[in-house]
């Protein structure tokens, strides 16, 4: 059995990263991500990313490379991440979050990350 991906992205401008505060479902609402979503059968990841960053967040973007790694979800569900920068917009809290803030590298460790995005989140910030 193959797990799904689920596709999130490192989005980066300025050298800050962006992180996304859950507001459901109730037992990860206040938990922070990386934003993004599960791919869709017959749907490319970069895809995905693009979809579900412009549905979440408003915002045009372009993903970059994959960041090494793959971390389980639990329920046949795998966590995927691509770096990805903002083409266009500004991001907002349309749907599943709350709140947005952007970290600079000194301060990704502010905000209480789901446990499995904090490996992703610290091999993302190696590579912007
Ligand atoms: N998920 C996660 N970390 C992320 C993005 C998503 O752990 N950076 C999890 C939360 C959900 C599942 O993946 O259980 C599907 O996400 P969504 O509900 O946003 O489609």
Avoid: C, N
Wanted: hydrophobic share 40%; aromatic share 8%.
């Amino acid at each position: 059995m193959t797990d799904r991906v689920v596709v999130a992205g490192a989005v980066y401008d300025q050298g800050r990263l962006l992180a996304a505060r859950r507001s459901a479902p109730p037992e990860l609402a206040g938990r922070w991500e990386l934003p993004g979503g599960k791919v869709e059968p017959g749907e490319s990841p970069r895809d995905a990313l693009v979809r579900e960053l412009r549905e979440e967040l408003g915002i045009e973007t372009e993903p970059g490379e994959r960041v090494p790694g793959a971390w389980p979800l639990g329920r046949g569900y795998v966590l995927h991440v691509w770096t990805a920068r903002v083409l266009s917009g500004e991001p907002r809290p349309l749907q599943d979050h709350d709140e947005l803030r952007w970290l600079t590298h000194a301060e990704w460790d502010t905000v209480d990350w789901l446990e499995q995005d904090v490996p992703a989140v610290v091999e993302a910030l190696r590579h912007f």
